[in-house]
């Protein structure tokens, strides 16, 4: 399998749906995952806001200011909801919380669909798909002493169903949460009003969610790096310099 060229849409975002686009870049230096792990643990969760909204299909309809200050209420619904289930059930082990929510996991080694990659997909109404591929390679990584060190003791695939939990929360309190609450408007034509739903707000409340919900002292966004490397070590590298470039 041609994974090099599957993992081009990577850019789109780790556990969003992937579009395609154009890809041209030139030689791509490569990094030690080791180096980029050290720097993108150091990244605070609030700066990741910029890297989140880039993948946003209407970002450019933002200031910074707007994407500041929705990522700070992001950020804070995330775990507001995280400890809402863990009062709630009196737990913070993600499968017993997905059992508990009656959320229908599966754990396929890989999509059925295989013309982009995907590392997680969650479809309505309670449908969670978690693609094993990616985990055993990220486990196999953790094995090196170093990388252990730097991430500490972390379960990939806990983190990966965390934030699917998330987006099935959001639909079950979708009138309510502020990720689908908060929207813009698009145009308006007299009385005739169009508002969007803001998709970087999701994500970055799934990720402070997982974050929270698995005590982790450093943002799940490093995921979108880690989970490609043992694929790609340009795609990786590349996304590494972007995610610097705009979390600085």
Known sequence: ???????????????????????????QKIYSLEKMLKDLINIPPENWYKYAFSRDNI???????????????????????????????NTREPEKLAKYLNLDVKYPV?????????????????????????IYRANRLL?????????????IKNLILSHEIF????????????????????????FIKNYSGIYALGEIAAMAFSQELNNLNYSPYVL???????????????LYEEILSLTA
Request: charged content about 30%; some cysteine.
């Open 1 to 27: 399998m041609d994974w090099k060229n599957l993992l081009k849409p990577i850019a789109k975002g780790l556990f969003g749906k992937q579009q395609p686009f154009k890809y041209e870049k030139p030689a």
């Open 59 to 89: 970002n450019g309809r933002f200031n910074d200011l707007q994407r500041m200050e929705w990522a700070k209420k992001s950020i804070l619904c995330g775990k507001e909801y995280a400890n809402k289930i863990i009062d709630e059930f």
């Open 110 to 134: 890989l999509p059925d669909n295989t013309d982009r990659v995907l590392f997680a997909d969650f479809a309505q109404p309670n449908h969670v798909q978690i693609f094993m591929d990616a």
């Open 143 to 155: 094995e090196r002493e170093k990388v252990k060190k730097i991430l500490g003791d972390v379960n």
């Open 167 to 190: 987006h099935f929360l959001e639909d079950k309190y979708k009138s309510e949460i502020f990720t689908r609450t908060e929207k813009i408007l698009l145009w308006s034509i007299g």
């Open 224 to 238: 979108d790096v880690f989970l490609i490397y043992d694929y790609s070590h340009e795609e990786a590298s590349g």
